[in-house]
């Protein structure tokens, strides 16, 4: 048996939570539980749920899976999930570790080489953004995504309608028809807006939109599905299969489960084979560090519906620190035409310098995300 002998967790700039796990062979598994603006608080939840798999088989994922979200007479959220995300990830981390293999080889084989990946890009103007995706083009993305608008009203002006629009449209002109842009609504959109943006959106063919109303308000998302005959995408506020039933039932596109907060490894595979049940594409959100990066890949490797990967290498939160600084050996990550390549190192297919790591969460972080205000003074989402 491979007995889980430790459970620990680091604070890592930007604004990341990785786990780390050690069996008493000495086998260490990684795993990230980032919850953005959060993270402290599931740092307790990961020590908390640590008391359940301590001195237990390592490699008994799914039961530990089943008791670490079930073991509570209180279940669900984002807390809990992200944490046991964080746990999953360094258990299947561990589990290809001990076999010598992959992650994707231990969910059944490898169903694609490469995974397209797609790149963040801002910019409050047309013109910023057209630069910041000139720049993604020539670094040889082929998919860029960029937030629709900063704050909404409930109901947009003519200008905060038109604004969105001028965007979208130098976004479309300088990536011509070979190349896409995902945008990004946020949740900030009631749904009369949401209706109305998408509209205008048409003609510039975007590659999906992107959470039109906020979760709580999934219930409406179908009414936006059928207003529009552009892709629409959800689910980075998700966490596992039953909340994302309804959504596929209501018609969306593109299911976006992040493997830090929906579960981690094991759910997010259960999430999109019920996903393919619908004739939905997986495109898992992951604004975030490597490890939730490197998972999502794992899955996406031997995943037959996946579309696409969001990634955070140069992204606006990475102030402090960047998605390559805690690993060793960067050429996993590396871009080739917009493309990741197929891993083959065992786990999860990277290695974290754990040095970096343990300087890192001596300084430790407070990420918060921002409070936005309307100008009456009433709160605004983010």
Same mark, same amino acid.
């Given at each position: 048996?491979?007995?889980?002998?430790?459970?620990?967790?680091?604070?890592?700039?930007?604004?990341?939570?990785?786990?780390?796990?050690?069996?008493?062979?000495?086998l260490v598994g990684w795993g990230e539980a980032t919850c953005e603006g959060r993270s402290e608080t599931v740092r307790t939840a990961?020590?908390?749920?640590?008391?359940?798999?301590?001195?237990?088989?390592?490699?008994?994922?799914?039961?530990?899976?089943?008791?670490?979200?079930?073991?509570?007479?209180?279940?669900?959220?984002?807390?809990?999930?992200?944490?046991?995300?964080?746990?999953?990830?360094?258990?299947?981390?561990?589990?290809?570790?001990?076999?010598?293999?992959?992650?994707?080889?231990?969910?059944?084989?490898?169903?694609?080489?490469?995974?397209?990946?797609?790149?963040?890009?801002?910019?409050?103007?047309?013109?910023?953004?057209?630069?910041?995706?000139?720049?993604?083009?020539?670094?040889?993305?082929?998919?860029?995504?960029?937030?629709?608008?900063?704050?909404?009203?409930?109901?947009?002006?003519?200008?905060?309608?038109?604004?969105?629009?001028?965007?979208?449209? @130098?976004?479309?002109?300088? =990536? +011509?028809?070979?190349?896409?842009? &995902?945008?990004?609504?946020? !949740?900030?959109? /009631?749904?009369?807006?949401?209706?109305?943006?998408?509209?205008?959106?048409?003609?510039?063919?975007?590659?999906?939109?992107?959470?039109?109303?906020?979760?709580?308000?999934?219930?409406?998302?179908?009414?936006?599905?059928?207003?529009?005959?552009?892709?629409?995408?959800?689910?980075?506020?998700?966490?596992?299969?039953?909340?994302?039933?309804?959504?596929?039932?209501?018609?969306?596109?593109?299911?976006?489960?992040?493997?830090?907060?929906?579960g981690g490894i094991t759910e997010v595979r259960k999430i999109a084979a019920l996903a393919e049940t619908f004739d939905v594409q997986? @495109?898992?959100?992951?604004? =975030? +560090?490597?490890?939730?990066?490197? &998972?999502?890949?794992?899955? !996406?490797?031997? /995943?037959?519906?996946?579309?696409?990967?969001?990634?955070?290498?140069?992204?606006?939160?990475?102030?402090?620190?960047?998605?390559?600084?805690?690993?060793?050996?960067?050429?996993?990550?590396?871009?080739?035409?917009?493309?990741?390549?197929?891993?083959?190192?065992?786990?999860?297919?990277?290695?974290?310098?754990?040095?970096?790591?343990?300087?890192?969460?001596?300084?430790?972080?407070?990420?918060?995300?921002?409070?936005?205000?309307?100008?009456?003074?009433?709160?605004?989402?983010?």
């Amino acid at each position: 048996m491979t007995t889980i002998a430790s459970v620990e967790t680091f604070l890592v700039a930007p604004r990341w939570l990785f786990v780390r796990i050690e069996t008493d062979s000495g086998l260490v598994g990684w795993g990230e539980a980032t919850c953005e603006g959060r993270s402290e608080t599931v740092r307790t939840a990961v020590d908390q749920l640590a008391e359940l798999i301590i001195g237990r088989d390592a490699l008994r994922i799914e039961d530990h899976w089943q008791v670490l979200t079930k073991g509570s007479f209180y279940r669900g959220g984002a807390i809990l999930a992200s944490a046991v995300a964080g746990i999953d990830q360094a258990l299947w981390d561990i589990a290809g570790k001990h076999l010598g293999a992959p992650v994707h080889q231990l969910l059944g084989g490898a169903v694609r080489d490469r995974i397209r990946v797609y790149a963040w890009v801002g910019g409050d103007e047309p013109a910023e953004v057209a630069d910041a995706i000139t720049a993604q083009c020539e670094a040889g993305m082929t998919a860029v995504k960029m937030n629709a608008s900063g704050r909404m009203r409930p109901l947009a002006s003519v200008g905060e309608v038109d604004g969105v629009v001028a965007r979208v449209a @130098a976004a479309r002109e300088v =990536l +011509g028809e070979h190349r896409d842009v &995902a945008v990004d609504f946020h !949740g900030r959109f /009631t749904l009369a807006t949401a209706r109305a943006v998408a509209h205008r959106l048409e003609e510039y063919r975007p590659f999906f939109l992107e959470e039109p109303v906020t979760p709580e308000n999934s219930h409406l998302i179908g009414r936006f599905v059928d207003s529009t005959t552009l892709p629409v995408s959800t689910g980075e506020r998700l966490y596992n299969r039953q909340e994302f039933l309804p959504v596929l039932q209501a018609g969306i596109a593109v299911a976006q489960p992040d493997l830090s907060h929906a579960g981690g490894i094991t759910e997010v595979r259960k999430i999109a084979a019920l996903a393919e049940t619908f004739d939905v594409q997986l @495109a898992p959100h992951c604004p =975030l +560090g490597p490890l939730a990066l490197a &998972a999502s890949l794992q899955v !996406g490797f031997a /995943t037959y519906n996946h579309l696409i990967q969001e990634q955070s290498i140069g992204i606006h939160y990475n102030e402090d620190a960047e998605v390559l600084d805690y690993v060793l050996d960067t050429s996993p990550l590396q871009f080739v035409d917009g493309h990741i390549e197929r891993f083959t190192g065992p786990g999860l297919g990277i290695e974290i310098d754990e040095a970096a790591v343990r300087a890192a969460d001596r300084r430790g972080h407070a990420w918060r995300g921002p409070i936005w205000r309307h100008t009456d003074g009433s709160f605004a989402e983010w």
